[in-house]
């Protein structure tokens, strides 16, 4: 037998840090946490098997058992991206427009290309390899309106065993010919994305329709009958990134309370349901995103980026909405959920509202987790999840280095860490315990 089919257990060894909920505003939230400063993240057969500190696990591992020695570097749970786009890779740092003509200028004409599988397969390779190196093991991923570039994107994630969400857009009206769906076609090719995906190894489907503002009454109706034919399926979509966006949505559903209100009465608001941007809600709508259990993905450098606006994480808590972390690529300007986090500092701080580095990392892991309902499988490293971890070099500059050795608490080092980190701070990634990534 190989060493592979015998060695079944591998003891990692380092700082662990996981969360065991959300920390909340608190500077030093003990119990939300583990810690520990020399611990041991065991994994077995592509599963969590336990952490504790080194001192106790090291001496009781079966016979045989391969320890990899990661002393001076911090394991967390892999990064959870809640809204990005592949197809958008090309168009990262495209200058100078607001959401509407970003679009039109940049994204649709890029979007274009995806109808090529040869095209779609390359960039969701070059987009798979850059989630890794950036330390991020799940994604909530918009393709194009091409089903066929969905196809292509779940091929590849499927290869390399990653736990990613994924959907074909759907748009029928304000948008060029060459992306346009209809309400029928989407919905059928929807549908037979889900059966041939959603379940398939770590695969999951979301059904996505772009916004508001590029569907029909028709078409949202039809995406809402079929999430209510596939519960288990996500829905996702963008909701009120832009006040022009806004405002348009207004006159094209007149009848709708509110943006949201459009989603809600399609019946696409609902656990599982993710909504991009969140930035122009009213106190109503963020009871609605609680009480419905959707996800607001809260996207730093996007809105900074398009100029959208400011996420009002203060709100969202008050209201109790659950709030995950995304990059937004193209309209993001990182795939680095390090150097995101970073930025929704900034986004809170012109809002006067606190952010501590504990808090951060929680929404970029298993708050993430928990509001995509993956909790039980990914987001952090209790007992039976999935092993995906990322290793973390909190040195890797010498500006990071001589930070780091100055702070004196685990606070104020993760602070520095996020403030500072890019993907150069991610020294490996682990996808269900094996290297997807080593820098
Ligand atoms: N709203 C509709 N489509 C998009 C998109 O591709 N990116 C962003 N940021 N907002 C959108
Ligand atoms: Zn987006």
């Known amino acids: 037998m190989t060493p592979e089919t015998t060695v079944r257990t591998t003891a990692f060894r380092g700082e662990v840090l ?32 336990e952490v504790g500190p080194a001192r106790d696990v090291l001496g009781r591992l079966p016979a045989g058992t391969q320890v990899v020695d990661r002393s001076g570097k911090l394991l967390l749970p892999g990064f959870v991206d809640c809204h990005i786009h592949y197809p958008q890779t090309d168009v990262i740092a495209s200058y100078g427009e607001q ?34 190196r950036n330390g991020t093991t799940t994604a909530l991923v918009l393709g194009t309106v091409h089903p066929q570039s969905v196809d292509a994107f779940f091929a590849a994630a499927r290869a390399r065993g990653m736990r990613m969400i994924a959907g074909k857009c759907l748009m029928d009206r304000n948008c060029p010919d060459f992306l346009r769906d209809t309400a029928e076609s989407g919905y059928g090719d929807s549908r037979a994305l889900i059966e041939r995906w959603h379940g398939c190894d770590r695969l999951l489907y979301a059904i996505t329709p772009r916004f508001a503002a590029s569907s029909t009454e028709a078409q949202l109706a039809r995406a809402g009958a079929l999430a209510a034919e596939f519960p ?23 009848w709708a309370r509110s943006y949201l209100d459009v989603y809600a009465r399609s019946g696409l608001v609902r656990p599982r349901s993710v909504f991009a941007h969140c930035l122009h809600l009213d106190e109503e709508d963020r009871a609605l995103m609680a009480e419905r259990g959707a996800l607001a993905a809260f996207c730093p450098t996007s809105n900074l980026f398009l100029g959208s606006g400011l996420f ?5 808590d008050r209201a ?59 987001g ?20 990071a280095a001589r930070r780091i050795a100055r702070a004196r608490s685990l606070a104020e080092r993760l602070f520095a860490l996020m403030m500072l980190g890019d993907d150069r701070f991610v ?8 290297r997807a990534f080593r820098r």
């Open 427 to 434: 020294a490996e990634t682990y996808v269900v315990g094996r």
């Open 320 to 378: 109790g909405m659950a709030v995950g972390i995304a990059t937004d690529v193209g309209g993001g300007t990182s795939f680095s959920m390090l150097r995101t986090l970073a930025e929704a500092y900034k986004v809170a701080q012109l809002a006067g509202q606190p952010l501590s580095a504990f808090r951060a990392l929680y929404l970029a892991t298993l708050g993430g987790a928990r509001g995509l309902r993956l909790d039980d499988r990914i």
């Open 99 to 132: 959401l509407l003509e970003w679009l039109e200028k940049y994204t649709y004409p890029a979007e274009r290309a995806f109808a090529d599988p040869a095209h779609a397969g390359a960039t969701a390779e070059f987009f798979l390899d850059e989630l890794a």
């Open 18 to 49: 996981h969360f065991l909920r959300d920390p909340g505003d608190a500077a030093d939230p003990a119990g939300a946490y583990e810690y520990l400063e020399d611990g041991v993240l065991v994994v077995r057969d592509g599963r969590v098997a």
């Open 312 to 316: 009002d994480l203060r709100a969202a």
């Open 232 to 254: 288990d399926v996500f829905v996702h979509s963008h909701l009120a990134e832009n006040r022009a966006e806004v405002a348009w949505v207004r006159q094209l559903f007149p």
């Open 380 to 399: 952090s490293f209790a007992p039976g999840r999935e092993a995906d971890f990322v290793v973390l070099d909190p040195a890797a500059t010498p500006l």
